[in-house]
């Protein structure tokens, strides 16, 4: 009752529609080709500008979020509320120059900020914002999304090396080796769904969450959120550009229009992140009645999106061989160990007639993996925990020798 | 699903002929740009139409494994090989051998055109069918996970496990060349 406005914004009533308007102009023979690529075009478009729309917001939330946790008020001036904050930075970025240094690769460094924010688009396209996708019902959605997300580490080697900046060569290469190794932790987290859900596809992972997969396992959520951070490059993981260290990491020497679009890129990053972590294991568009599917969807991400920000402000950034650590001497393990405990409950509870799960079935895995996973967590941080005590002593500066022989 | 039940004919091959003629172009500008860089850009292109041309003919699992593992792996190990290298900038040049390996390279052209013309690809027609056993089949190609995956699992289990353990040695081959020597 509730989907009337989704039909609209829907492929095939765009279709159709295209499909009558160019039959009435006389061109029914190539009016199916014409129209198809007619409604791809503006459900592209409008997807297109929600996103950027909706980023606009996005950064002012952040702002404001961050601002409460750190006890100030953030923009506050432009508008409402600092409503206007987000339009007058754009207006802001793209009145300035737009500064290509000389020894730049030109065509790559002009190419970069476009490659970058590409995949975070194309991502939205198979997400199901209710019993569809916006354009593409693939079977293989998240095959999808893991392939394009890994796009994102070139177009930052393409920002390094174009701008032939020694900052922002060191920032992408680490920033590549770090999107490349939290891919592994990732992808298990994604794996573990599968192994419930049984397909690759988008609408079928979300049919399946009787029972949310949060709740069948929390260490997959945690192992997939942990990744997920370190792969938008968000602070507790942000080695790509850490400010104190490599001036601005792969955008040192971006600015104007270019930079506003790695900017774009960069923020867009949480709001898909968080409707992919929605589909995954919050239930999609899961929801009670008086409510239509699509608001329970934005109303779960915006859970997600408000626990991102409160990671971002709480950790402080780690370094960069202590990120590497944690991908792989800690998320793979866990990742493995949750995949292999999944792969043991459904080979025990799956009825091998049907090849379903019951949602009693998995009541039962959520109750051991959650025993599991505390005892495991717990385990960790003793582990973890008692190398504070094992530290060796600190080591006397050389320069403590050096010190004239008649003094002391 | 949607595209392969409205798209026309048309648009498919107006999609091939943009997505093979790009993939080919991109291929010749990796052997012919002087710049390294550039040149592992186009191959990053190359790969990337090789998954489009995957995705035309009705292989959406091999088109998303072909993005994961050469667009998202090996073109990045590529990437770092490069910068890794010293004197970028003037690599790439002609081999004094140039005209004898492009002999070889077209021969090898020539004899993977003859092989791909000639093999029996099993094609199923649909036309030829009657109707109730199309759908079956369009079912079965549309889902084809399910089927690749048992396949791997009964028929090529032992292929398979030979590349695990293969991937595997080569894992031990690059931890045994940069250990450090006690």
């Known amino acids: ?408 | 699903m949607i595209s392969q039940g409205i798209a026309s004919s048309l648009t498919v091959e107006i999609s091939f002929w943009v997505i093979s003629i790009s993939t080919i172009l991109s291929a010749i500008a990796v052997v012919q740009i002087k710049d390294l860089f550039r040149a592992s850009l186009f191959l990053i292109l190359t790969f990337l139409g090789v998954a489009g041309l995957f995705i035309l003919l009705g292989a959406e699992f091999l088109a998303g494994i072909q993005l994961m593992i050469y667009v998202g792996a090996i073109s990045v190990l590529i990437i770092f090989a490069i910068l890794m290298t010293r004197e970028i900038e003037i690599s790439n040049q002609s081999h004094y051998m140039r005209i004898l390996v492009s002999m070889v390279a077209l021969g090898f052209m020539l004899l993977a055109i003859s092989l791909i013309t000639s093999t029996d690809w099993n094609l199923i027609d649909s036309r030829s069918f009657p109707q109730n056993q199309t759908d079956e089949i369009i079912a079965t190609v549309q889902n084809s996970i399910p089927t690749l995956s048992k396949m791997l699992l009964t028929e090529y289990v032992l292929a398979f496990e030979m590349v695990g353990v293969l991937l595997l040695a080569a894992v031990l081959g690059a931890l045994a060349l940069v250990r450090e020597k006690k």
């Open chain 1, 1 to 408: 009752m509730y989907t009337s406005f989704y039909q609209l914004i829907d492929f095939h009533s765009f279709y159709d529609m295209y499909y009558k308007i160019f039959e009435s102009l006389g061109l029914s023979s190539s009016a199916s080709w014409m129209s198809y690529l007619a409604a791809g075009g503006s459900l592209s478009f409008l997807a297109i500008n929600l996103l950027v729309l909706a980023t606009a917001f996005y950064t002012w939330f952040e702002r404001r979020t961050i601002a409460r946790f750190q006890v100030r008020r953030g923009p506050n001036r432009n508008g409402p509320f600092g409503l206007g904050q987000p339009f007058a930075d754009v207006i802001k970025l793209i009145m300035k120059e737009d500064t290509i240094p000389t020894e730049a690769d030109k065509p790559v460094f002009t190419i970069a900020p476009i490659a970058l924010l590409a995949p975070t688009l194309l991502i939205i396209t198979v997400i199901p914002i209710d019993d569809a996708s916006f354009l593409a019902t693939l079977n293989i959605g998240i095959l999808f999304i893991v392939g394009i997300t890994s796009v994102n580490s070139i177009a930052i080697f393409m920002a390094g090396w174009g701008s032939r900046n020694k900052y922002a060569i060191l920032g992408s290469m680490r920033g590549a080796a770090m999107l490349i190794s939290y891919e592994i932790p990732m992808a298990l987290g994604i794996t573990s769904v599968l192994l419930i859900s049984g397909s690759l596809a988008m609408t079928e992972i979300v049919a399946k969450q009787d029972i949310w997969f949060i709740v069948v396992m929390p260490m997959g959520f945690f192992v997939f959120m942990a990744a997920a951070t370190a792969e938008m490059s968000r602070t507790p993981f942000d080695q790509i550009e850490a400010e104190s260290e490599l001036g601005s990491g792969y955008n040192t020497e971006f600015s104007g229009i270019k930079f506003a679009i790695l900017f774009l890129a960069e923020f867009m990053a949480p709001i898909v992140t968080s409707a992919v972590v929605t589909t995954l294991f919050l239930g999609g568009s899961q929801g009670f009645d008086f409510l239509p599917g699509q608001a329970w969807f934005v109303l779960k991400m915006f859970v997600v999106i408000f626990i991102l920000l409160w990671i971002r402000s709480t950790w402080p950034r780690l370094r960069i061989d202590q990120i590497m650590g944690f991908a792989w001497k800690i998320l793979m393990e866990l990742g493995f160990v949750n995949i292999f405990l999944i792969a043991i409950e459904v080979a025990v509870l799956m009825d091998p007639v049907t090849g379903l799960l019951t949602s009693q079935d998995l009541l039962i895995m959520a109750a051991i993996n959650w025993v599991f996973t505390i005892l495991t967590l717990v385990f960790l941080a003793n582990l973890l925990g008692k190398r504070n005590y094992d530290r060796p002593d600190p080591v006397p500066s050389p320069l403590a020798n050096m010190q004239p022989k008649g003094e002391k």
